[in-house]
T-cell receptor, first 115, second 109 residues
């Protein structure tokens, strides 16, 4: 089944540890995104990539980094986790063709707890 | 600043109709999206409006008025499975998606 796969589904992490959340899509979408979702707040964009080889900063990029070596993969790394990074993280992708509306396709989410 | 406003929570009865409103103030406009998100799950696409008027898709309809910065999502013949959060998002002139905090819809028998 085509879609986006995230791993891990959930993780408990000690503060100061490094963590990489993985995201893979098989829809050949050019654009990919990382969001965090916290109770009472809208989805907040962390980083995005419009095409393989390029990345950009979103609304809340501090403490996070991304890479886009190819079309399918878009990992998110927390270099040194802090408790405020406790959240649910969603990876998403969208097509950028002339007939695409910009609809986002989301992964199932990664629930991260930093202690 | 840019912001999207929608009610935090709404309650409705199974079989009834409910309207979820969304007002927005953004730098430019390139479309408005509605997503559904069940608890513990990922958001899924419901509708997209870029022109004024009503878009109907089965039990769900979405309305847009660009001059008023206003949209609503109309859900008819409510079912228990419609209990979820409904997220409004606007694509601004820089093609950035601005998200509302979501409306939690509770359906009672």
């Amino acid at each position: 089944i085509a879609g986006i796969t995230q791993a891990p589904t959930s993780q408990i992490l000690a503060a100061g540890r490094r963590m990489t959340l993985r995201c893979t899509q098989d829809m050949r979408h050019n654009a990919m995104y990382w969001y965090r979702q916290d109770l009472g707040l809208g989805l907040r964009l962390i980083h995005y990539s419009n095409t393989a080889g390029t990345t950009g900063k979103g609304e809340v990029p501090d403490g996070y980094s991304v890479s886009r070596a190819n079309t399918d993969d878009f990992p998110l790394t927390l270099a040194s986790a802090v408790p405020s990074q406790t959240s649910v993280y969603f990876c998403a992708s969208s097509g950028t063709g002339s007939e695409d509306t910009g609809e986002l396709f989301f992964g199932e989410g990664s629930r991260l707890t930093v202690l | 600043g840019q912001n999207i406003d929608q009610p935090t929570e709404m309650t409705a009865t199974e079989g009834a109709i409910v309207q979820i409103n969304c007002t927005y103030q953004t730098s430019g406009f390139n479309g408005l999206f509605w997503y559904q998100q069940h608890a513990g799950e990922a958001p899924t696409f419901l509708s997209y409006n870029v022109l004024d008027g009503l878009e109907e898709k089965g039990r769900f309809s979405s309305f847009l008025s660009r001059s008023k910065g206003y949209s609503y999502l109309l859900l008819k013949e409510l079912q228990m499975k419609d209990s979820a959060s409904y997220l409004c998002a606007v694509l601004n002139s820089n093609y950035q998606l601005i998200w509302g905090a979501g409306t939690k819809l509770i359906i009672k028998p």
